[in-house]
Each structure stands twice: as C-alpha cells, then as structure tokens.
C-alpha cells in the first residue's frame, strides 16, 4: 500500500476541526454542571483539643471561617422589622411588658446581636440582674458560650443546670461558636447541647441515621427552639414529645400544669415562648423543600477559588445574592419585597393580638380588684394563658413570621380568639359586678410608663446591673484569662 | 503553487469532525432553548358573527378548543375540600345557613360546576325561584351565558340589569363560552362585559395598555370577582374604587351605606362576599411572579404536534402535570401535600370564624327577642356584618385560600377578632338584662335543621322549582330553538 503524504493543509483541517469540537465540548459542560467549586480540604495547622471554647483558637486553622464569624458583630444592617443592631423592643412593642409583667422579659428585651454578642451582651442584659438580685440558674449560659459543653464534660449537665447564673461567670466567657457546633477533631457537625438530644431520642429519631443536611438545621436547633427549665434543678427541656407545633406544645405543657411564672397583673399562669424558630420553620415550604437553616444564613461563598460556608450567620435580607438567588430568579428587590408583603400581614396580625391579650391582661386585674372569684377568672385565666403563649410562639421567633408565615397566622388567629373571648368574659364580670364594661385602662402606651405601671424599678436595676458590670464581671475575665492564657475581645466587653 | 490532492482519509476526518461539531451544536441548542411548539395560526373554516352565543359555532373552527372545553361537563374530580361535581357547601357548613338567614344562598350553595353547566345550573337553582317567587334581576344571567353580551348590544346593560331573571330565560341558553372572551374575528381575548371595563376606567386603568398575559386573568375577572348591584336598576357593579382588599372594599360598601340584605336574625345589615377569586389571587405570589389564570387553569397542551390552549377550565389539581409541574420541579404527591397544607390551616380558621360569626346571630337574635334597643345593637351588629364579609370574603373565593393563603388568613383573623368582640358585647347585654350570657343556642348542626330554624319551607321552594323546570323552560328552549336554528345540548338540561 502507498504511504500517504499528509500535507499542512489536511493538518490545520484536521487541528482546527478538532479544537472546535474540544471548544463546543466545554461549552457543553460548562451548560450542562454547575461548576463545583473546590471545598477547602480539612488542613489543620495544628490540633484542636476536645472542648476548645476559644473561637479564635479555631481559627487559626480556618481564618476564612473565623474572619466571616467575626462579622456577626456587624451591627449596622437594618431591615424593615429588624437588623443586627440592639433594637428595643419593648419600645417597638409596649403591650409587652404588659403581657410580661412579673417576669424578666418585661425589664428588658432587645433583638439579639450576632453571636459574637452573645457573652457581652447577656452579661448587659437587665434580666441577668446585677449584685444584689441575680435570679437566672446557670442554664442560661447554655447558648451564649463555647463554654458550656466544656462545663458540662467537667460537671456534667445536671450540676451544671442548678447553679446560678452568677455563679458560673468566670468559666463563661467565650462567645456561640466553633465548638458549639463543630467536632475539633473531623469538623464534622456535632450536637453539644443535652437537650436536643434528649428531645430527639423522647421522639424516636435514631441519631445515627440523621443526615449531614438535617445536620446542618438540627445544630441551630440546639438553641433556636422553644424550651423551658425543668424542676428545681432547672433542667433544660424541649417541649417536643407531643410534637413540633404552638398546639401541640401547649397540650405538652397543660398535661404537666407547667408554667413559666405567674402574671403580675392578671395572676394568670403564664408560659413563655422562647425562640421556636426551628419548629416555625419546620412547618414551612423552605423546611418542605430540604434547604437547611445554614443554606440561606451561612450560604457558601467563594474566594480565592475556595468555597466555604459563611460564618457571618444573619439575616438573609442582607445576603440575598447568596443567599435567596441561588434558588431563586428574581431580583432582589422583588425578593425583598416578597419578604416584607408575609412580615407586613403577620405583623398587622400579631399588633391585633398583642392589643387583645395585654388588654385582657389589664382588665383582669380590674376584676381581681372588684372582688371577681377564683372561679369566676379560672376559665378567663386559661384563655389568656393560651392566647399570650400561642402569640409569642410566633413574636419570640425570628423572622416576623417568615420561615412559615402561614402557619404563624393560623396560630396568631387562635391567639385573637381566645384573646377576645377571655376579654368579652371579663365584660360579663364586670356587667354583674355593676362596673362599666369597658373600664378606663392605664395608660402603658410607652416601654416606660409600662414599666412604672407594673411596678418595675429600673433605675434600682440599672443601678444594680451597673455593680455587676464594674466589680464582678472584671473578675470574670481576670479568672479566665490565667485559666486560658489569653481573652479574645469580641465586641466592646 | 503546486495543487494540493485531497486524499480519501483526510475527507472523512473533515466530514467526521464537522459532523461531530454539527451534533455537539444540536445539543447546545437542546440545553439552551425550550423548544417553542408551534402554535395553531388563525384558520377559520368559516366566519363566526359578532355575538354569536354558540360554542358550537365557534367549536367548528376551533375543535380542540371546544372539545376539551366541554369536558367542563366532567363532574368526577373530588379534591379535599372540593371537586368538579355539585358538593352541597351548606351541608358541608350548615353554619353557612344561619350567616345566611334571609338571604337566597340559605336555600341552596353548591359548589359549581365546570363553565357548560352555567346555564343548566342556574335554572337549577332554589336560589333563582320557581314560578311563584322569582326573586332574581336578570344582572344574574350575566356570568352564566355567552347571550348576554349578545343582549348587552341589542337592549343595553343598563335596560337589560332592570329586567327580571324570569323574562329573559329564552334569550339565555348558551352557557359560559367562547365569546365571552374572544374576539369572532381575530380571536383575540376581549372583555364583553361592561362591569369590569367600567371599574377598570374608574380605576384609572388605560384600557389600551392591558398586555396579553394580563387579559389571560382580565377576562375571567369579568365574572370571578366581587360584585354589588348598583341601586333599583341593580347596575352591576364591582366595588374596587378605593382597591381590591377585603378592606378596601369594606370601606367602599359602608361610604356608602349599601348592603345586600338585613339578616334575619341578627337584623344586622349584611354583604355578599360574591367570588372574589381575582381579588384574593392578585395579593397571592402567583399573580406577584406574573402567572394569570390561564396559566394555571387553561395550561397549554400539544396534540399531533399542536399547541393549543386547554379549555377544560379546572382546578389545576386534576392536571398538576401541565398547571403546576411545568414552573414547579417537585413531584405530584408533594406538590398536592403542599396545597392541602396551605388549604388545611385556612380551612381551620374558617371554622373559627364560622363558628364565631353563626353563635353572633343567634345571640343577638335572643338579645332582639329579649328587648335589647337599637342603640345597644347598633355596635354589636356593626362587628357582625364587617366579621361575616371578612369571612365571605376568603370562604366565597375558590380554592380554599390557595389564590393568596397568607392574605387569606390575615383577613380570616380580623373576622374572628370582629365576631368575638361582637359576642363579648352580646354576653354584657345578657348579663345586664339578667339572662344566661351563654344562652342556650338552638340546634343547627345540619344543614336542614339550620334551614328550618330560620323559617326555609323547602318543600315549597323544591315544589315552585320544579314547576319551572316542568312548564316554562322548555318554553325557552323551544323560543331558542326556533330563533338559532339548533339548540346544543350541554349536560342533561
């Protein structure tokens, strides 16, 4: 057979040809995959012990995680209902020290900072009381701090939940973080809060079997989740063995005549909502869909070529790229707008109830003041009971509702219910007891006259909290400082 | 230059890479673009005149439009809450009954069926009379047949509205259809009837500037909206000048003082919520992502390889295929499950309200009865009347709350707050005349106990009904018969 000649011209054909084909090629799979961008593989510049608390320790393994965490203590975003800053709401909401009068809340309640915040801002709080009267148990230290599991692997948990607040102040001093979440070893997410997984296994679910995506809702939900503090030993508690829903936690919590505290005002036997923001989310078409808590406030970013997860945890409304317009299409004002439309509905809602049960409130007292009978204010005291706690299940949430805002209306719609039915009972009372029937109320339209109306002494517990803050808690700090070598400043503190 | 031989082999590499290149484009192009199927152009086998009422008429050019618009006639659907076929809705809420004391949707509310019942279905129903008592204006034929913008354009709305519905049951035969929407000549979507166009003007809509996509919703808003009849020429009206709200409308109808009936018991001056189904579904996220009606309830389909627009008006659960799959990727079971959800939870309010609001008319009916004054009653009845329109409002509408579920609740809870306040008035009443203030209530519990406790003689309805339906409405069909040339029969009319 003749040997072919080939000839340069066949040869740039030939080329050409087939780098078109290569061109077309990639172009094909640049349409058809999503890039992957490369996770940072897991490179420790140097171990971590179990029970680390210092984020900043952490962090020299991972600066990018570690730089973006310390964002949280950004506090200048602002949104129509909310922000990152210490927005006062009992000022936004006067109805609600009304509603919270004889408990904590009604001294003080400010949106939640970052979790950097966290030590800082719960050491500031009025409702962690000053020298004098320090009413918290240490439980409540369980999500400000890094702190924590490492307490309970030295006390274990049920020590650890029946000392006092003040009493643990210097073993508590390093922000919501790392550890909180995170295995030091695999940074494999890990749950190191009891209470979850405790609640958990009370419902059944296998531990082994939750998934890395469940995982990344379930560690937010070691504290973003209604609880309460069980018995004398103020053993933390999640209220889910009847399930998820302001219903069926209110059956849990009736079944077991529990109640937070008493109400000052109309003595009715109230429970408190703390943050159910897992469970008001679990009803909702996001929870539905599979997105995980972490997908739309710790969304992946990338730089230098390198994706990692966000650790500056916030509201997506300050992130919608990345956090919204990955699913989905629209702009992102039309996406903010979305948001405000739910918010505005659930909020309008929530201001009815919020009328209807401080009112109720108020006009109990009247009637206990008027000679009413246990037995006339039993059936009214429930009603009340049951509207503040379904209210609150959704006021106390994050989000004006927005992780499940129809969900959150169907409940503030029984909150109103039962709210104007206690309300027209407390009319009938003061018919028979020949009083007008809607008697004149005080005048609680501000945070201040609100608390001068339930009695609160705000300067005393300023004052108070001041002693705290300038001979105490120096000492805290001091005391942890030689325990740990060094006291990274988050914030101001 | 020496010519170049191109030799065998280096032919195929060329034909090979450039039929490689060729497929590799093909595919790109797959990726990239839908494909557009090919909409069936304009072919007229023969001209349909201006306001020929006949669907079958103009089913003779269009035979796939009209084949499967008469599978509207299909009656076997069955969702949670509803269905294609005649769900009697007062034994489903024989609450409804009482709302509705003195007023003709006590007698008898089905749920409707497709579009080519509407005419077979009016003559039907009690609430159009027999031939004793035909209570109706013709302005109620006005949603039922393609006749009537035929006699629109020979006697005028406003003559025509002044007739009774008995005297034009011969020029009324034809039901729901294609010229209610389309253009004879052109085919293009229009609006025929005067109701809507005027309250579009009233708004300030320019009529040119209306889009195509937004005509796929304007022309069912010819019907599936919120109506008054205007004054003693009962001029059909659509209440929308102040907006589209439950509110809004409200605060239309009390400027100026109209209201559709004073209910029997309560004697509170009542609305009608009619089927807002526009009005709820432009609040909803549907309508935000420019989605019309026919989106979901007229899908496109492809026969033979023709595209063609999809007749059978229905609710887009009996065809999540083609209604929601084509923008939503989730599977059929769990998009159903997501609509039940939302349906679930309004379904639950609803209740309330409907509870709350019946106990309101039966408790102010014993207060009347007990010798309660104007005076008293005026306040209560007030509360009433805006609680019962704020329910009608969602409960009238189709879907169960799905069109907008969050603005669906919101409106829900206000009618809830609206009817407990009126109860707790009503209880104070009691209390100060010395009666029970939880009197006891007659048994209402179905729907023909309700019909009985508020004066219905159904017998004597059914008997007038059926005297119609034996003795003059073949005279109507004959009188068409004569003057169309054919009568087509839709259902079993």
């Known amino acids: 057979m003749e040997k072919k000649k080939v000839k340069p011209l066949h040869i740039i054909i030939l080329f050409g040809s087939t780098l078109v084909v290569v061109l077309v090629a990639l172009l094909v799979s640049t349409i058809m995959e999503r890039r992957v961008e490369s996770i940072a593989r897991l490179q420790m510049v140097k171990p971590i012990a179990e ?41 936004d909401c006067p109805e609600s020290v009304v509603m919270w009068a004889g408990y904590a809340f009604a ?31 240490a439980t409540c230290w369980s999500c400000k701090t890094t702190d924590f599991p490492r307490m309970i692997a030295q006390l274990g948990a049920e020590a ?77 508690t999640f209220p889910w063995d009847k399930g998820f829903s302001a219903d069926s936690m209110e059956a849990y919590f009736d079944e077991i005549a529990f109640s937070d ?57 300050s992130n919608i790229a990345n956090a919204c317009q990955v699913c989905h299409r629209q702009s992102e004002e039309e996406l903010i707008r979305d948001v405000y439309e739910r918010q505005d509905r659930v909020r309008e809602v929530r201001k009815i109830a919020e009328q209807s049960i ?31 706690w379904r209210w609150d299940w959704v006021a106390a949430a994050n989000g004006v509702g927005f992780h499940a805002p129809v969900e959150a209306l169907r409940v503030l719609s029984t ?18 007891m020949g009083l007008p029937v809607s008697p004149q109320l005080p005048d609680v339209s501000t945070k201040e ?29 001091e005391i942890a400082k030689r325990r740990q070598g060094t006291l990274y400043k988050y914030g101001e503190n």
Chains 1, 2 share one sequence.
């Open 358 to 388: 401080a009112k109720a409130h108020l006009e109990a007292e009247i009637a206990w003041k008027n000679g009413a009978s246990e037995k006339d204010m039993e059936p009214i005291l429930k009603l009340i009971r049951s509207a503040q």
């Open 107 to 137: 001294k003080e309640y400010n949106q939640a900072r970052g979790h950097a915040w966290a030590v800082y801002d719960v050491r500031l709080s009025l409702r962690t009381g000053g020298v004098k009267e320090s009413p918290q148990p």
């Open 261 to 317: 505290w008493t109400h000052k005002l109309s003595k009715a036997k109230m429970l408190k909502a703390q943050h159910p923001d897992y469970e008001l989310y679990m009803t909702g078409i996001h929870a539905k869909r599979g997105v995980a808590c972490a997908d739309c406030h710790m969304p992946y970013r990338v730089e230098g070529g390198v994706k990692y997860t966000d650790h500056h945890i916030r509201s997506p409304l």
């Open 449 to 477: 006259k609100a608390q001068k109306y339930i009695g609160l002494n705000m300067q005393a517990l300023r004052d108070d909290k001041n002693e705290l803050l300038k001979t105490i808690i120096p000492q805290w700090d």
């Open 160 to 236: 650890l939940y029946k000392k006092k607040w003040i009493e643990m102040g210097s073993e508590m001093v390093n922000p919501i973080g790392c550890q909180d979440c995170h295995d030091p070893k695999t940074m494999n997410l890990r749950i190191t809060r009891p209470a979850l997984i405790e609640a958990l296994q009370r419902r059944g679910v296998k531990l082994e079997n939750i998934t890395h995506q469940e995982m990344r809702s379930l560690v937010c939900a070691q504290c973003h989740v209604e609880y309460y503090f069980k018995g004398e030993g103020k053993y933390l």
């Open 415 to 432: 909150a109103i219910e039962r709210a104007e039915k206690a309300r027209g009972m407390l009319a009938v009372l003061f018919a028979k």
């Open 51 to 91: 029970w680390e608390p210092r984020n900043e320790v952490w962090g020299e393994n991972f600066p990018r995680e570690f730089e973006s965490y310390k964002r949280t203590l950004d506090t200048t975003f602002r949104s129509k209902y909310g922000g990152s800053g210490h927005i006062d709401l009992l000022e």
